[in-house]
């Protein structure tokens, strides 16, 4: 079930309607947001719902096991098991593929026969996510972060909760599963940054990204037109996945916040940042930090001295890169970010960091820091390495298509909103900032807003990007 | 956890919780009204929804079909007619200004015959030939698909198209959507074409389509390079009669027509198609009463030359026009 769907706005009236008959009954509340966040799931496929239970079952049982067995090899081999069955699982579904297909490859390159068959599987929609989060709870309970719970509905209601099942955010045990086990206090502010986050996460999904789609597909081919128009699609498309995602993203946590719930924030302006470590501070925020404590913590760090820390970092972004999608295009973006972020760790080593920059540095900064994101969004989205190297090879080619008028016109449109309302909420350093507002400027802009998604509303309905990882 | 525990209570009022959700409808409403006093008075500019590859299609035809032109020569028909013929190239070789206004297969003649009136009307004494040239497949076809004949209908009348059957389609007629997106969007915000069947990248913008048409005299080309596929089953419909004799009836008096079938893939047809093709077009012309037929037209081509079964790709459309050119030239002078 899509978020931009009539579907999901009767989903969502009927659920609030039965939430709110369930207020006096905690596992009657649980049990509903079960049953729900399973239609919503099944909506797309019934067929993977086992999957997604035997998931949760399965962490949900290690976690008790990790608690109750005194001896540390008993322990580290359950939270072993947990690891196994869950990269088992994602690897079968979205990897395998991929690895038999690059190892024939590499193979017969090498001259050496080799014939295993591809399998026809599907890939379930957010596997990447659920998968990771009902792991961390077994991480969690093995080092002793988090007590397990011993309530199974909770545990399915925390791992299937339909605001962020399915692209995130990834939600850290230690702040979403407790809110299954007490009563929540709903409260105006709350219903305010729901409603807000709601239509602001719709608006940019609907609007700016839907509308900026078919401008990327226009530049991303075989055949690229030529470097302005490679340079305004690589734009384009940065506008698109973070207007999708963080969309998606505030919804989520709108949805989330009416029914009393806090999910954390994903997205913290990304693209107003001079540095990449900084970038990855506010860019998908619950992947970059699940990735920082449970993968380069565990590969040590910065522990080991600076040289480790480095690997260790690229690494992780190697890593970051191959679990978004099973395709040598991932793996060279996340390889381009860990390159990037080790180049700057170098840089800063070398020649220290100045307290005060001066703005014409800080300029400098934000713009080889947006080079290497926008560049990295270009690996990101082409779909083969022929497509990479045709596209980095049109940047050279100074020939324009007669429509790159229109479509700066086009993108410049759907880039002002955005642009406006970001340039506020950093000038207030306030992501809520148009809460503050008189509430008669606030009911405009917001129906300004609805006004907006109903007119774009009727256009083809297309699933946010971050469904297929 | 207690399971008697309350799942969650909430910290505001019923009126509390009106404040937050009613006054940003407000606006919604203020803008449906606006619209609506907009459409009913006139004050927005008329409808033009020119939003994707069939309407803007449809509406730069119906344009031309009300424009002042000195046109002698008019092409009518479905999409093979648009797509294959280059009306400024016949212009060109026969010496005389051609006009295409062809639209669509799932438009029936009836629909061709009502762009043929326009343009007699707002154009007195031309053309003076007539060329309608359809596919085989087309003239199987029973009528009009209502949606396209909707989107033409309300455009010369003058109307925003709504859909009032459908949930979405009355909100969007009452909230004046519609009005909004066919008045002030369509002109604002250039449309990207879809780039899945070549559109996008030959045309980019759904202005860009308008543009090359307008360049070619009406004529357009299709991008895509699909092999053929399908039913290669040519018969007249029974309702193509009454259709045929309608057509006939909106050609001005003094004005020739004449008709034709355009080519379909040789393999794709079979051998016997060429014989097909000539009943085709007797038993057609019987009802049609059309001044000649164009039998020297090809009635296969290479399988490569076409994409699917009914447009030629670019290349092949030159000689075909050629080949159109010598059979108008007699009837010309």
Known sequence: MLFNSGIFLQFFAAFLLLYWLARNNLTARNLLIVAASYLF????????????????????????????????RGRKALLLGSILVNLGILGFFKYYNFFVGSLTVLLEKLGVPFHTGTLNVILPVGISFYTFQSMSYAFDVYRGHIRPTRNFVSFLAFVSFFPHMVAGPIQRVSNLLPQFERSLVITRPMLEEGIWLMIWGMFKKVVIADSVAPLVEMVFHDEPPGAAAVALGTLAFGLQIYCDFSGYSDIARGTARVLGFDIMWNF???????????????????????????????????????ARACVNVFLTMLLGGLWHGAAWN???????????????????????????????????????????????????????????????????????????????????????????????????????????????????????????????????????????? | MNSKMKSHTVEFTRKELLKLVAPPLVPVVLFALAMQAGERFGLLPAPRPALDVDR?????????????????????????????????QLGNSLGRRALNLATFSYLDL?????????????????????????????????????????????????EDHHRFGTFAGTVNALSGVDAFQGRVMSRALPTPLPFTNGFGRIYGFS????????????????????????????????????????????????????????????KFAGRNYPALREQLLRDWNA????????????????????TGST???????????????????????
């Open chain 1, 41 to 72: 799931y099944g909506w797309w496929n019934w067929k993977f719902l086992g999957l997604l239970f035997f998931s949760s079952a399965f962490d949900w049982a290690v976690g008790y096991g990790i608690a109750r067995l005194q001896t540390a």
């Open chain 1, 268 to 306: 913290d302006l990304p693209y107003i940042t001079t540095t990449l470590r900084e970038f990855w501070r506010r860019w998908h925020i619950s992947l970059s930090t699940w990735l920082r404590d449970y993968l380069y913590i565990s590969l040590g760090g910065n522990r080991r001295g600076p």
């Open chain 1, 330 to 469: 991932f793996v060279l973006w996340g390889a381009w970010h860990g390159a990037g972020l080790v180049a700057e760790r170098v840089f800063s080593m070398e020649h220290g960091t100045r307290n005060t920059p001066t703005p014409l540095r800080r300029f400098a900064s934000w713009l080889a820091t947006m080079f290497v994101v926008f560049y990295g969004w270009l690996l990101f989205r082409a779909g083969s390495w022929h497509q990479v190297a045709a596209m980095t090879k049109a940047l050279a080619n100074p020939s324009a298509p007669p429509w790159l008028g229109s479509f700066a016109l086009s993108l410049a449109v759907f880039t002002a909103p955005l642009v406006a309302m970001e340039f506020w909420q950093f000038r207030a350093k306030n992501r809520l900032v148009p809460l503050t507002l008189a509430g008669w400027a606030r009911a405009l802009l917001q129906g300004a807003l609805i006004v907006c998604i109903m007119i774009f509303w009727t256009r083809e309905k297309a699933a946010f990007i971050y469904f297929q990882f």
């Open chain 2, 56 to 88: 803007a299609i449809l509406i730069h035809q119906a344009e031309a079909s009300r424009a002042r032109s000195d046109a002698e020569v008019v092409l009518l028909g479905d999409s093979s007619c648009l797509m294959n013929v280059n009306a400024r």
């Open chain 2, 110 to 158: 009836g629909t061709h015959a009502r762009l043929l009136r326009e343009f007699a009307q707002a154009n007195p004494g031309h053309p003076g030939i007539v060329v309608l040239l359809m596919h085989p497949e087309a003239l199987r076809r029973g009528g009009s698909e209502p949606y396209p004949l909707d989107v033409l209908t309300h455009y010369l009348a003058g």
């Open chain 2, 207 to 266: 202005t860009g389509l308008e543009r090359f048409m307008t360049e070619h005299n009406g004529s357009a080309i299709d991008p895509g390079t699909n092999a053929a596929k399908g039913n290669a089953e040519y018969r007249l419909s029974a309702t193509l009669e009454n259709l045929s004799r309608d057509f006939r009836a909106a050609v001005p008096p003094g004005t020739k027509l004449l008709v034709g079938i355009t080519p379909v893939p040789a």
């Open chain 2, 287 to 306: 009802w049609l009463q059309a001044d000649a037929v164009l039998s020297e037209l090809p009635a296969t081509l290479p399988d490569e030359q076409l």
């Open chain 2, 311 to 333: 447009h030629l790709k670019p290349a092949a459309i030159p000689a075909y026009t050629e080949a159109l050119a010598a059979a108008l030239r007699t009837h010309v002078q």
